[in-house]
Each structure stands twice: as structure tokens, then as C-alpha cells.
């Protein structure tokens, strides 16, 4: 039997089957990240890093600093679970992130390091929070993209100019996310 990707929940099973409110996957998601340590908050640093090696230099330097601020900022509210939630949730569109999650857990190439698959859970481990608990984009505001681009919020809404690009995109949780598209002009 595979070890399991997760430090405290037995798979992502457990999060298909017992959770069907916002509440119950604040407590799931807090059971898993409080197993965290520093340093393995370190390493995700790291491979967050290396991922975003390759990119422009102006637009990396920002790219990085939201996305490590989103994660830790995530992670921070999941652990210290100061807010009470008790909407129930779209369990359909749960059922579908849940499945989308595990096929990307089966498919991280077997060369990846430890790194890249601890990433690979934090980070939807927190757009389950953003998308399902906070009603947020798992890109937060000010991300940037190409084009000079970026997540924005107008109002009670966020927008995001490569949603309907990206939409049917099986590797991104775009279809999954609360943003509306940006209206380019």
C-alpha cells in the first residue's frame, strides 16, 4: 500500500466522504496543516522557488511574493480557525476539486522531489479553503499575468483576465475558482 500524500487525513477520501460544510473542511484542513512544521514550510519556500525559475524576472519577483503570502496567510487562518463557517457546501463542484486533486496526487512524476508534491498539497489544501471557505480566488489580489495583467477585486467581486482561457484546463483550478473574467478592452 503508497504512503499516504498527507501528514494527519488518511487520503483525500476522507475529504470527499465526511465533509459537506464549510466547518467540517475548516476542521479537516486544520487536522492536516497543524502537522506542518517550519521547516517544512521552509521547503515549500524553496521549491515555490524553483518553479518560478523560469520566469520574466519583474513578473517572478511579484508571482512569488503573492503566492508565498497567499499560502502562509492561508495557512495561518486554517491553523488558528478564527473565523466560524456553516454554509453548506456545492457538493458537486467539491466532488469535482476533490477528483481534480487526486489526479494531479497520481500524476506528480515520480522524479519530483518531496518539495514539489508537499507544494503540490498545500497549495490545494488552501484553494480548497479560498475556493469553498472564504469564497476567494486561489490566485489572491495583485497576482500578476503575462501581459501586464493581474487578479483584481472591484466591488464584492474578484476578477481574473486568463479565467475562461484557463477554464477547461484540467491542470488549473480555474474552473473551480470564484473570479469572474477580467474584461479586456
Given at each position: 500500500?503508497?504512503a499516504?500524500?498527507?501528514?494527519?487525513?488518511?487520503?483525500?477520501?476522507?475529504?470527499?466522504?465526511?465533509?459537506?460544510?464549510?466547518?467540517?473542511?475548516?476542521?479537516?484542513?486544520?487536522?492536516?496543516?497543524?502537522?506542518?512544521?517550519?521547516?517544512?514550510?521552509?521547503?515549500?519556500?524553496v521549491?515555490?522557488?524553483?518553479?518560478?525559475?523560469?520566469?520574466?524576472?519583474?513578473?517572478?519577483?511579484?508571482?512569488?511574493?503573492?503566492?508565498?503570502?497567499?499560502?502562509?496567510?492561508?495557512?495561518?487562518?486554517?491553523?488558528?480557525?478564527?473565523?466560524?463557517?456553516?454554509?453548506?457546501?456545492?457538493?458537486?463542484?467539491?466532488?469535482?476539486?476533490?477528483?481534480?486533486?487526486?489526479?494531479?496526487?497520481?500524476?506528480?512524476?515520480?522524479?519530483?522531489?518531496?518539495?514539489?508534491?508537499?507544494?503540490?498539497?498545500?497549495?490545494?489544501?488552501?484553494?480548497?479553503?479560498?475556493?469553498?471557505?472564504?469564497?476567494?480566488?486561489?490566485?489572491?489580489?495583485g497576482?500578476?499575468?503575462?501581459?501586464?495583467?493581474?487578479?483584481?477585486k472591484?466591488?464584492?467581486?474578484?476578477?481574473?483576465?486568463?479565467?475562461?482561457?484557463?477554464?477547461?484546463?484540467?491542470e488549473?483550478?480555474?474552473?473551480?475558482?470564484?473570479?469572474?473574467?477580467?474584461?479586456?478592452?
Open positions: 500500500m503508497a499516504s500524500s498527507f501528514k494527519k487525513l488518511e487520503s483525500v477520501h476522507e475529504l470527499s466522504e465526511s465533509v459537506h460544510d464549510q466547518q467540517t473542511l475548516l476542521s479537516k484542513l486544520n487536522k492536516e496543516l497543524s502537522a506542518y512544521t517550519v521547516f517544512d514550510l521552509m521547503k515549500i519556500q521549491q515555490l522557488e524553483k518553479e518560478c525559475k523560469y520566469l520574466p524576472p519583474k513578473y517572478k519577483k511579484v508571482f512569488r511574493e503573492k503566492m508565498a503570502e497567499q499560502l502562509i496567510s492561508n495557512f495561518k487562518e486554517i491553523i488558528a480557525k478564527t473565523h466560524s463557517y456553516n454554509q453548506i457546501l456545492d457538493k458537486e463542484q467539491f466532488i469535482e476539486f476533490i477528483k481534480s486533486f487526486q489526479e494531479k496526487l497520481d500524476n506528480i512524476d515520480t522524479k519530483d522531489t518531496s518539495q514539489a508534491h508537499d507544494m503540490t498539497v498545500l497549495y490545494h489544501l488552501c484553494a480548497l479553503y479560498n475556493i469553498f471557505i472564504t469564497k476567494t480566488p486561489p490566485h489572491p489580489e497576482t500578476p499575468f503575462p501581459g501586464g495583467f493581474f487578479v483584481e472591484i466591488g464584492d467581486h474578484y476578477y481574473c483576465p486568463v479565467k475562461d482561457k484557463q477554464k477547461d484546463n484540467d488549473a483550478l480555474c474552473r473551480f475558482c470564484v473570479a469572474r473574467q477580467t474584461q479586456m478592452e
